[in-house]
């Protein structure tokens, strides 16, 4: 039907239904021709009211009122005109199916069955007859022949020989009023005359006599009664389907067998317009249509969704008119189909409600015979809704949006009918030229991919053509590009390929991975290499995107041919540069900001360093998650990446230790107080172990097993092990070494407060008692050691320990040797041995006994012994034997020195480290000596160009710990020679000479 704009003015009522589009909207005119028709069928209804049904005839005129919106003064002026209209010719509607279990009355035992019905029209007797009531009505006994007339009467054909026939005859009956009107139906048993011999053939049982005895008693030609049903109009519903009760005319065989009865009750030349012109098919199709918009309109005005039910008072009407048109169960689905299938195309509701229709079609599409208009109507419905499906599948990004929690449901729905549909015999007897469905659902989808990408390409087209911009805009389009196939992988393929068989995720990748390969191939070969470094930042989030655009290929179904976005990563090979600069450059500063903060304070109880680490840990994470990112494919190129990294890292974690000691040295600058000072430098010390915990991660957090494994047949593991594993393990010993130097001056800042005490000590008073004044030297060590401890690694702990401890020793040593002469007071520097001695060694969780116990500890010990129970002379005397002693001591007691040697042939270098010395031989008239190492290659005739070399000189110390490192260029064949060796010569230094 044509809408408003459409139709022109002033056409009848008497078009032709083909001429009428199937839009959504009626005109004003046609809507008032289809409310006339559908108050002519509230108004003419029959039958009593079904209870799924609405009884009430105003309920379903306010109704109508709204769906066909109609102002109460138009719709009683209209619904006074129809009451003006001639009523309609009442029709019953009766159709014979079959009986059962009915009488037999022939001698075989079975009869020859046919019913006469008609119906019977009485006037209403008065009311005050109590006999007119139902519950005081006796069984009707009369039979058709006698109440209806016989031009009024029907009958069915007679089935022979049987007790259960099947007619399956209609018969339309004509009556005037419902209330003083029965239905009568009369089931008789043909008689016919028979020979006796032919009887006497058909006995089978006793039975059978007795009813040829009774049969021959009878007229002849006389029809033997089986049974009636007398069923009032008033009593039954629009439509009825029943099995009902054959009744007795007497009482001796109340059991009679059934009838199946269908009853419908319709009208016969109704007066509207629509029905003096239009099919009535068409009509109820229109009808349909708008009371179906109506309720669309009303969902979609209260933000829920149809989900194709109809309310209770459509429903009725609906039922109430396909009724009174006497519309088949075909007809009335195929107009349910047509509106609903149009409707749909127009207005936002759920199609699962098509599969009802499609359903009933197939299934009543070989028993129904249509006209060629209405084929031609069935077949333009199904090539719009098809056309109109597929156009949605184009579309399905913006149609059915993950976001709305309902689309996945619709979408499915819609592909399900599309499928259905295209399944069905209907269609395929009159669609015979439409191509295969799974082919046009691959190409819409195909097409609509490309649609959608330059949708986007347009949409995010940068105002200002620069590179920094072209560069953000594409970074924008693969994020747009990759949520999508994430999308088309997680939520929509499943529905496509369950229901169609089509892979939607492959269409769609395939095809945007060669959209996107030439858009950003078109785009970078505006970029020359003087990229600016923001270029280059928004070429590598690019990278990282087409990355994930690019594993994505893993999804696909099968793919053999090689993708457009193969080899993508050479596209950026000379932003790489930039890439590493701008990543140590942040890590760099990032790390320089964050010592400028610190305060060297621990993080907490459980952790020993402080804030700078906690950010160094992350820049080095965000160089490992970039190395992550770029996953560089070509092997060797990866391994210069890698090289770069670990080389960069190596340079922060240097630079980290410089810079964190001068700031330890800038906050220390601003107190006085040791403690202080040194607790900074404990910080210090756990920062920079923490440090090299963090490198030592490197190898397994960078996977160096994965780059070994590629570069297997590239590389030589020499080349590897020289370029990677020996360049941390500098990084390594580099840090090892700071930790030393760091203990060292955490141990001189202490120092000077143990010199400090020791001082007031020898100071103090004779007369003062010896704990009081050692209690001051004591509270400081513990109060310092016990910090220490639980801010110290062990390792460095004991190594401050033994540095504190010889420095004690050393102190003490030099306030014995002051002139002294007082036994009390060398017993005060004996006392306060004896509690450094328990300090140090803390109940064993200190130094061990042996490490205490060294030789100027011994000497420190008898000395002050005998001096506090001996003269002067005897000290003296003691002394000078002591030297005596060390003097002539052998070559075997003269000590020893610890080092660690390697030689690199790829180097042509041999690495010394030289550690320590112990037990060396006091030298100097304090007991003690001054050395310091030598390092030489011998024979010298052999080595003339290698320069001897030297360590520091260790003041007062006879168990140095110099930790330095030497190398020497050495050739391999000079080393392999007989005799070549290294020689270290240890020498006390001495102004004049050296020892």
């Not at 693969?478 to 393929?493: A, I, P, Q, S």
């Not at 004996?830 to 060694?841: D, I, K, S, V, Y």
Request: charged share 25%; with cysteine.
């Amino acid at each position: 039907m044509e809408s408003v704009s459409e139709m022109p003015a002033g056409d009848g009522p008497g078009e032709d239904s083909s001429d009428m589009d199937l839009s959504h909207r009626f005109s004003r005119r046609e809507l008032n021709l289809l409310y006339e028709e559908v108050l002519y069928t509230i108004l003419h209804r029959q039958g009593k009211p079904e209870p799924a049904y609405v009884a009430d005839a105003d309920e379903l005129y306010e109704y109508v009122q709204k769906a066909f919106s109609m102002e109460p003064e138009e719709h009683h002026v209209m619904l006074q005109r129809v009451r003006e209209l001639e009523k309609p010719i009442f029709c019953l509607k009766v159709t014979v199916k079959q009986a059962k279990g009915i009488l037999g009355k022939d001698v075989s035992g079975f009869s020859d069955p046919y019913c006469l019905l008609g119906i019977e029209s009485k006037r209403q007797e008065p009311s005050g007859d109590s006999s007119s009531h139902p519950e005081n009505k006796k069984p009707l006994k009369a039979v058709v022949k006698n109440l209806i007339p016989e031009d009024q009467t029907h009958r069915t054909q007679v089935i022979n020989q049987t007790l259960t026939p099947v007619w399956n005859e209609t018969f339309m009956l004509e009556f005037d009023d419902e209330a003083n009107s029965s239905f009568h139906l009369d089931m008789w048993d043909l008689d016919m005359e028979e020979s006796v011999r032919h009887k006497l053939g058909e006995l089978t049982d006793l039975h059978g006599l007795k009813r040829m005895f009774k049969d021959a008693r009878k007229d002849k030609g006389q029809d033997d009664f089986l049974g009636n049903v007398v069923l009032r109009l008033q009593d039954l519903h629009c439509r009825n389907d029943h099995w009902y009760n054959l009744e007795p005319r007497t009482e001796t065989h109340p059991n009679r067998g059934q009838c199946h009865l269908q009853f419908l009750i319709t009208h016969k030349k109704r007066a509207t317009s629509l029905s003096k012109t239009q099919p009535s098919y068409t009509v109820h199709r229109h009808l349909l249509q708008q009371m179906v918009l109506y309720e669309i309109l009303q969902h979609q005005a209260g933000s829920t969704s149809w989900d194709g039910e109809l309310s209770k008072h459509a429903s009725t009407i609906l039922y109430l008119h396909a009724a009174q048109k006497d519309l088949s169960d075909f007809h009335q689905v195929m107009a349910q189909w047509l509106a609903y299938s149009k409707l749909y195309q127009s207005l936002e509701f759920n199609c699962s409600c098509l599969l009802h229709q499609i359903t009933s079609i197939e299934y009543q599409w070989i028993q129904e015979r249509l006209q060629p208009e209405q084929k031609a109507e069935l077949a333009e419905s199904f090539q719009s809704l098809l056309a109109y499906g597929i156009s949605l599948l184009r579309k399905y990004r913006s149609v059915f949006p993950p976001s709305s929690p309902t689309s996945t449901h619709r979408l499915q729905s819609l592909l399900r009918v599309l499928v259905q549909m295209c399944k069905m015999k209907a269609f395929q007897e009159l669609c015979t030229l439409t191509p295969n469905l799974q082919q046009m659902v691959m190409e819409a989808l195909k097409s609509g991919t490309t649609e959608w990408f330059y949708m986007q390409k347009q949409h995010l087209k940068p105002m200002v053509k620069t590179m920094e911009e072209n560069g953000k805009a594409l970074v924008r389009l693969l994020v747009e590009v990759n949520g999508d196939l994430e999308r088309c992988h997680k939520t929509w393929n499943k529905f496509f390929t369950n229901t169609v068989k089509v892979d939607l995720f492959s269409i769609a990748y395939l095809e945007l991975q060669e959209l996107v390969s030439c858009h950003v191939k078109e785009e970078l070969s505006e970029i020359d290499s003087s990229m600016s470094q923001l270029t280059a930042e928004s070429l590598f989030q690019l990278y990282i995107s087409l990355q994930e655009l690019y594993r994505m290929k893993s999804f696909l179904f099968k793919r053999d041919a090689p993708l457009a976005l193969t080899d993508f990563h050479q596209w950026f090979k000379e932003a790489i540069p930039k890439w590493l600069q701008k990543t140590y450059m942040i890590a760099l500063e990032r790390t320089q900001r964050a010592i400028q903060v610190d305060q060297l304070i621990p993080l907490g109880e459980l952790n020993k360093h402080s804030t700078s680490t906690v950010d160094l840990s992350t820049c080095y994470a965000q160089i490992v998650k970039t190395w992550q990112q770029l996953d560089w494919p070509d092997p060797e190129e990866a391994f210069m990446i890698m090289v770069k990294f670990v080389e960069d890292m190596c340079k922060i974690a240097l630079t980290y230790c410089k810079l964190i000691k001068t700031r330890a040295e800038e906050l220390s600058s601003k107190q006085r107080d040791e403690g202080a000072a040194a607790n900074r430098l404990c910080i210090v010390v756990n920062n920079v172990e923490q440090l090299r915990l963090l490198i030592l991660k490197l190898p397994a957090q960078l996977d160096w097993g994965r780059l070994e494994q590629r570069m297997e047949r590239i590389i030589e593991p020499e080349q590897i092990q020289h370029t990677l594993h020996n360049q941390l393990q500098g990084t390594i010993t580099c840090l090892d070494h700071e930790i030393r130097d760091v203990v060292q001056n955490l141990a001189k800042k202490l120092d000077a407060g143990i010199s400090r005490h020791i001082q007031n000590l020898a100071a103090s008073s004779d007369s003062k008692d010896p704990e009081d004044s050692i209690i001051p030297l004591m509270k400081f060590l513990e109060s310092e050691l016990q910090y220490m401890n639980q801010h110290l690694v062990q390792e460095n702990f004991n190594c401050l320990l033994e540095l504190l401890w010889n420095h004690s020793l050393n102190e003490l040593t030099a306030a014995a040797n002051q002139q002294q002469n007082s036994s009390r007071y060398y017993k005060k520097l004996r006392f306060a041995l004896q509690n450094l001695e328990l300090c140090f060694h803390a109940e064993g969780c200190g130094l061990p006994t042996d490490a205490l116990h060294t030789p100027a500890f011994m000497d420190l010990e008898e000395g002050l012994k005998l001096r506090s129970t001996t003269s002067r002379k005897l000290i003296q005397s003691y002394f000078s034997e002591r030297i005596r002693e060390q003097l002539e001591i052998s070559s075997e007691k003269y000590g020893a020195v610890t080092i660690k040697a390697l030689y690199r042939p790829s180097e042509q270098k041999l690495r010394v480290e030289v550690l320590n010395a112990v037990n060396l031989i006091p030298l100097d008239s304090n007991g003690s000596s001054d050395p310091f190492v030598q390092l030489t290659l011998e024979p010298r005739h052999e080595f003339p160009e290698v320069v001897a070399r030297e360590t520091q000189c260790w003041k007062n110390e006879l168990h140095p710990l110099f930790d330095e490192a030497f190398e020497f260029l050495v050739p391999p064949e000079k080393c392999q020679q007989n005799g070549a060796c290294l020689l270290l010569t240890v020498f006390d230094y001495d102004k004049g000479t050296r020892s």
